[in-house]
């Protein structure tokens, strides 16, 4: 019973470099999303899905991309990585019920920049 | 603005000292609130989801209940298993999620 997956689960990245953080759900979810959380702030929302082929801006997109190619996959990519990335990223799904869908949270990737 | 907003931002109780947990909120067109705990190094587990003003849900030594501005997580007679941080969050007429910051919950025994 995996739910979501993220990998990997810490990285260390110089300025400039880029990445895809891999997120992955066996629960058949259409929605999918990535958070960032940082230290006394709230989850923000980066990026969401609401089935494969669409995706959506959230609050924080700016310096990153993300691709639905598949129901399971929705990789999360740092292009030119900056100190102001260094984060805690959360992947998560949810059911097509909108009313009623929890989200269901991966444990997430600690991203460093330095 | 749409806000969401948790009390206290940290919570020490002695093993058995009942408390409650608050989230208050400024949110147009309300689809649900929603609690959630999380441990250190691991990501929020989804606790329980409230609709509509009134609507109390349990499990275990934890009760939630919702009023039009706010909701309370009680916590009955905790152990020390129960500390973690307890996340708020509320769903407008969107798909997307407000998160409050969260209240860290340390339980002594």
């Known amino acids: 019973n995996a739910g979501v997956t993220q990998t990997p689960k810490f990285r260390i990245l110089k300025i400039g470099q880029s990445m895809t953080l891999q997120c992955a759900q066996d629960m058949n979810h259409n929605y999918m999303y990535w958070y960032r959380q940082d230290p006394g702030m709230g989850l923000k929302l980066i990026y969401y899905?609401?089935?494969?082929?669409?995706?959506d801006k959230g609050e924080v997109p700016n310096g990153y991309n993300v691709s639905r190619s598949t129901t399971e996959d929705f990789p999360l990519r740092l292009e030119l990585a900056a100190p102001s990335q260094t984060s805690v990223y959360f992947c998560?799904?949810?059911?097509?019920?909108?009313?009623?869908?929890?989200?269901?949270f991966g444990n997430g990737t600690r991203l460093t920049v330095t | 603005e749409d806000q969401v907003t948790q009390s206290p931002e940290a919570l020490r109780l002695q093993e058995g000292e009942s408390s409650s947990l608050n989230c208050s909120y400024t949110?147009?067109?309300?689809?649900?609130l929603f609690w959630y705990r999380q441990d250190p190094g691991k990501g929020p587990e989804f606790l329980f989801t409230?609709?509509?003003a009134g609507e109390e849900k349990e499990k275990e030594r934890l009760k939630a209940t919702l009023t039009k501005k706010e909701s309370f997580l009680h916590i009955t007679a905790p152990k020390p298993e129960d500390s973690a941080t307890y996340l708020c969050a509320v769903r407008r007429n969107t798909d997307k999620l407000i998160f409050g910051t969260g209240t860290r919950l340390q339980v002594f025994p």
């Open positions: 409230l609709y509509s």
């Open positions: 899905s609401v089935g494969a082929g669409i995706t």
């Open positions: 998560a799904s949810s059911s097509s019920d909108r009313e009623r869908g929890p989200l269901h």
């Open positions: 949110v147009s067109g309300l689809r649900g």
